[in-house]
């Protein structure tokens, strides 16, 4: 009885070491190599010491734990059969390590990839059941996802998080003052201002309202045009490397450390995370950091086609990648907020709760108006949240068709009001608070936006004609018991808003605190200041001066400073059709016809917090006109662009949300010719 008992341990012994070295090798390897260097992926999900530790542990052991699990099940059942159940294993676990690598260097479509997968884990299952050596080798392989695991934690990138923070010495801030400070995220400053190179106050009122009663910097200019690089710029004051990772542990002397002594910090970071011990509140990191991780997995080991299709991309943000889809369907089916929006709801109830009259830090990034367009002015989705048509599949280059990039301007703009009502919720919020005049309230964002046809929307490289809609970001600082709006014409960088805070606030900062930029409220003169920037991709380099009024004209061709009610609906050559009512007779016929996508929405506008405005049309074949006109039960509501793309004629547009009635709505599209008269064409359901 021992000695099978013997026997039986150690057979459990050999099963368990199998499978956590060939789980390891396939699934924890994988993970350890890419998210190792991505210390980026883990401050956005808000994950520390503490979390990453878990996670090590968790992609080591859940995975062998399953396996070996399944395994003793089987070897309970059909004692017999395990030895062969555990070689097919081996097969296919190695198959995984293997192909994947080989797709990285032949770009195997999914037929070939499952053939060589079946291949492989036929050739290595008979291996490993018939040589003993192979079963000793595949056991040692036990040790690799161990020293791997060790590289991840203090090795690799990530170790930032991981290993103890830098002591920094604290200041003391003697100024009795509240700090409000809001980064949103690929937000131009050209496309809020009007013909003038003002604010444009029609459009954006409450923008207008916060430069009429601030001090507002016209020529402030990023130093980065990645997130990951822009904000550990701004909230330490310094010119970032382009390897170090946005916490605590490469940017020691930040905000909130400088003033952690004598604020309390409400943080809600998004891809950052240097705020740490200090944050009375960390909130809003959006879904789990092992979904996302599982998305990552999987993008490493499919096809790129496959994944392409069967997953959401993990190439436009560091975290959250189905954030978008279960944001709208949280919008569709319970009317809550998407988790950017809660966010910033997170940063107002901050405010909120400061009635005591103590000091406080409310500090909060918010991925807007960032892709995905998907919110209307007051606040509706609209759209699934999908890559807007002219996005390649990587998010980051736009196409060459010039009227895909006008749409995805215009929807831009959309959303961009929609940030301007959040900054009245701001400013609204403070005055309700009666903290408005004690308040330090910067809002700025970490970069600008691109609409260059067949470029970066990230503008890499930079150019004479697209560096001002990178580098060229909005910068308001209202300081304590300011009254008066004030511009100010000095070349203000984003490296500069943490020194100009350590003024106002009256800091005291010790010996060992330097910034590389400087105070905005002692230092006028451009002469030794020159720019700085940096960007991970080397040799780009911004041009000499920035033509903020280049990067406008696009802006106020096509869409004016002010048209009419229904605004940025009504944008092109022909915007003087929107809200005119159509008639027959002011129309004729045209032989094409349209399937609208989505016809159910229109059919049934009943669904709070959803308004269904996005019209996307597949036509039957090559309209003969560029614009056409949609009207919504007879009154045109919007303006879109048809376009082509691999074959296939289709058109975008944008309704105005006030011209659609609750219940079913009726759908007509019109071609419009260059003299701007209307041909009609059928609109039937998408099948």
């Not at 309970?76 to 994947?100: E, K, N, Y």
């Not at 923070?165 to 604290?170: K, N, S």
């Not at 547009?653 to 219940?663: I, K, N, Y």
Request: charged letters at 15%.
């Amino acid at each position: 009885m021992t000695a099978q008992n013997g026997r039986q341990r150690t057979s459990v012994a050999a099963l368990g070491t199998t499978a956590f070295g060939l789980c390891g090798l396939s699934i924890a390897v994988p993970l350890f190599v890419v998210l190792g260097p991505a210390a980026t992926f883990f401050a956005a999900h808000g994950a520390g010491r503490r979390e990453i530790l878990i996670f090590t542990a968790a992609v080591l052991v859940v995975p062998a734990a399953v396996t070996l699990g399944a395994l003793l099940v089987v070897r309970s059942v059909a004692p017999r059969a395990v030895d062969a159940v555990t070689s097919v294993l081996v097969g296919l676990l190695t198959a995984l390590i293997i192909v994947p690598s080989v797709d990285r260097f032949v770009a195997l479509s999914a037929i070939w990839f499952a053939l060589a997968v079946a291949a492989i884990a036929l050739v290595v299952s008979h291996i490993h059941h018939r040589r003993s050596e192979v079963r000793t080798l595949v056991r040692a392989s036990a040790t690799i996802p161990l020293m791997l695991a060790t590289w991840f934690l203090f090795f690799a990138a990530v170790s930032s998080l991981v290993l103890p923070q830098p002591a920094v010495a604290r200041p003391q801030a003697r100024t009795n003052a509240n700090v409000l400070f809001v980064i949103f995220d690929e937000l131009p400053l050209a496309a809020l201002t009007d013909s003038t190179g003002m604010i444009n106050t029609a459009r954006f009122p409450a923008f207008a309202n916060l430069a009429r009663r601030s001090t507002w910097y016209p020529r402030a200019t990023t130093v980065a045009p990645w997130t990951h690089l822009a904000v550990p710029a701004m909230l330490s004051g310094t010119v970032p490397r382009t390897d170090a990772t946005p916490t605590r542990r490469d940017f020691p002397k930040n905000l909130f450390t400088m003033l952690a002594s004598t604020h309390e910090l409400d943080v809600q970071e998004t891809v950052t995370l240097l705020c740490t011990e200090d944050c009375n509140h960390q909130a809003g990191r959006g879904v789990s950091l092992y979904e996302d991780a599982g998305i990552v997995y999987l993008h490493t080991v499919l096809p790129d086609g496959v994944a392409s299709d069967l997953l959401p991309p993990i190439s436009n943000q560091w975290g959250d990648f189905r954030e978008s889809e279960s944001a709208v369907k949280r919008v569709q089916k319970e009317g809550t907020h998407s988790d950017q929006v809660a966010k910033f709801d997170a940063l107002l109830d901050s405010v909120r709760r400061r009635r005591d009259g103590r000091q406080a830090v409310s500090f909060g990034h918010v991925l807007l108006p960032h892709l995905p367009f998907q919110y209307l002015p007051n606040g509706d989705v609209y759209d699934e949240a999908v890559r807007p048509p002219g996005l390649t599949d990587d998010w980051i280059t736009w196409s060459d068709n010039r009227s895909l990039t006008e749409v995805a301007r215009q929807r831009f703009l959309l959303q961009l009001k929609y940030v301007d009502r959040l900054i009245g919720q701001l400013i609204s919020t403070l005055e309700a608070t009666g903290s408005y005049d004690r308040t330090l309230l910067v809002v700025t964002s970490d970069h600008g936006l691109s609409f260059s046809p067949g470029a970066s929307r990230r503008a890499s490289p930079l150019t004479a004609e697209n560096a001002a809609d990178i580098l060229s970001v909005p910068l308001f600082i209202k300081f304590p018991n300011q009254k008066a709006g004030v511009i100010d014409q000095q070349h203000a960088q984003t490296i500069d808003v943490l020194p100009t805070i350590a003024d106002a606030l009256d800091v005291g900062l010790p010996g060992e605190w330097r910034f590389d930029g400087r105070s905005l409220m002692s230092a006028h003169s451009d002469a030794s200041h020159p720019a700085d920037y940096v960007d991970p991709n080397p040799g780009v380099h911004p041009p000499a001066e920035l033509n903020l009024s280049l990067a406008a004209t696009p802006y106020h061709e096509l869409f004016g400073d002010w048209r009419n009610t229904s605004d940025i609906y009504a944008w092109g050559p022909h915007w003087r059709l929107v809200r005119r009512n159509v008639t027959p007779s002011e129309t004729s016929k045209s032989s094409v016809s349209a399937a609208l996508l989505r016809h159910e929405v229109f059919a049934n506008n009943r669904r709070r917090g959803f308004t269904p405005a996005l019209v996307q049309l597949r036509f039957d074949r090559a309209p003969t006109a560029d614009w056409f006109a949609v009207a919504m039960n007879g009154t045109i509501a919007g303006l879109g662009r048809t376009y082509e793309e691999s074959g296939k004629h289709a058109g975008v547009a944008v309704v105005d949300p006030t011209l659609l009635r609750s219940g079913s709505n009726s759908v007509e599209g019109y071609l419009i010719n260059a003299s701007g008269g209307l041909s009609n064409f059928a609109i039937e359901p998408a099948s």
